[in-house]
């Protein structure tokens, strides 16, 4: 079972560095660094908070807008020193 701070971290990730939101997505090989990466994303697709693409060729994913508010406080509740970061 992936941790919540694992969680957090990969939404931070996608939230800060490329703006990944509704229909923005990355590439999951850009997520290599995780170690239970497809665990994560089972478990946040399942909550509605990760939107996955599947595409020929690679697999994308972006944060759902819909819970914009949830995650950021998710994100800043496991990671406090990101608080105030994330728009």
Partial sequence: MASDLEKAQLMSVLARSKGNWGGKYDRTEHFKRFQNLKEIIKELSKQGWLIVYNKPGFTG?????????????????????????IK
């Fill in 61 to 85: 994913i972006s944060l759902n807008t819909q819970f914009k508010k949830e995650i950021i406080e998710f994100i800043e509740r496991e990671m406090p020193h990101l608080r105030g970061i």
